[in-house]
């Protein structure tokens, strides 16, 4: 880790592209630095996790479960862009992010993102559980010692860090029941598929944003797409899969596993669409709003089968 909290992760400050002081920052911006739609994702699959481990379990360790994993999301967010701060400030779509544009400086971007991580890792080892807290550290590490550095030299960055993306769920599911059964794992599995078609479109929507600061992702070396489309469509089969065991294990119904399929097929069909070298930039944006509507329909669908309410 940088031992200069005022200089970004990796790299010195290239003249003119950070701003060396901040005007006063609002609320909005601190916010912002908390990546909210990214955490409001993590803290949703540890909900399911906990829902789908214990149907009808008390909800009382229920909200500091979810405010554990906010604040640690959260931390995690803008740790991230305390490291990214030099990138994104070349970048199109991030230029405009608190640090780079100023409003806020990297040190303090720095003691925000360790406060909220530990104020989150100390809320879920106090009153939820050890486990919880160390799926929930595992996610810190991995995310931010592991797929934030390997951004800027590994053509598999991506899978990296869908195994943090992937762990929230079984901070959630240690929750409810203090260990993770073979439905935990398949939760893992089906978060860690599911990030592949997701960001690869999102990868080759902005590639020319990861080419102009030297990401070696997959979007950027594959000039075609060809590769990009076929991973996508792999990790989509791979998904469906994952999605019906639940179904041929015992822990889900028939309600659930028609839902599976259609939602599955439907998926499917998109990656499949992206596969056409003919507008494949209009089948990434397709494949990418596709798989924000998947997810929580899916995840909702299993939750409510659970506890048997269809």
């Known amino acids: 880790m940088n031992p200069d909290p005022q200089q970004p992760y990796g790299m010195a400050n290239p003249a003119g592209l950070l701003s060396e002081t901040a005007s006063p920052a609002a609320f909005s911006d601190y916010l912002e630095l908390t990546k909210p739609r990214l955490s409001f994702l993590s803290?949703?699959?540890a909900l399911v996790g906990y829902l789908a481990a214990a149907p009808g379990r008390s909800a009382w360790t229920l909200l500091p479960l979810l405010l554990g994993t906010a604040l640690s999301a959260g931390g995690v967010a803008a740790l991230n862009q305390w490291m990214e701060a030099d990138t994104d400030a070349r970048m199109n779509r991030t230029r405009d992010r608190p640090i780079p544009s100023g409003r806020i400086t990297t040190g303090s971007a720095f003691v925000l993102g360790w406060g909220l991580c530990l104020g989150g890792l100390a809320i879920l080892?106090?009153?939820?559980?050890?486990?919880s807290a160390v799926f929930a550290l595992a996610t810190l590490v991995c995310y931010l010692a592991l797929y934030t550095p390997a951004k800027r030299w590994s053509r598999w960055s991506t899978e990296i860090g869908a195994v943090a993306g992937a762990l929230p769920p079984l901070i959630g599911w240690t929750a409810a029941e203090g260990r993770v059964s073979a439905l935990g794992w398949i939760l893992f599995g089906l978060l860690f598929f599911w990030q592949m078609?997701?960001?690869?479109?999102?990868?080759?929507?902005y590639r020319r944003d990861y080419l102009a600061v030297g990401f070696p992702m997959l979007a950027v070396r594959d000039a075609?797409?060809?590769?990009?489309a076929?991973?996508?469509?792999?990790?989509?089969?791979?998904?469906?899969?994952?999605?019906?065991?639940?179904?041929?294990?015992?822990y889900c119904g028939a309600a659930y596993g028609l839902a599976a399929t259609v939602l599955g097929a439907w998926f499917l069909?998109?990656?499949?669409?992206?596969l056409r070298p003919a507008g494949r930039e209009q089948a990434a944006r397709r494949l990418f709003f596709a798989s924000i509507l998947y997810l929580p329909l899916l995840l909702g669908v299993l939750v409510i089968d659970r506890w048997g309410l269809i």
């Not at 080892?125 to 486990?131: D, K, S, T």
């Not at 075609?224 to 990009?228: E, F, L, N, Q």
């Open 269 to 274: 069909w998109k990656a499949l669409v992206f």
């Open 125 to 131: 080892f106090a009153e939820v559980n050890g486990l």
């Open 43 to 45: 803290v949703l699959t």
């Open 224 to 228: 075609s797409g060809a590769k990009v």
């Open 197 to 205: 078609p997701h960001f690869m479109a999102i990868a080759w929507m």
């Open 230 to 250: 076929a991973w996508s469509l792999a990790c989509a089969t791979l998904l469906v899969g994952v999605t019906l065991l639940p179904v041929w294990l015992g």
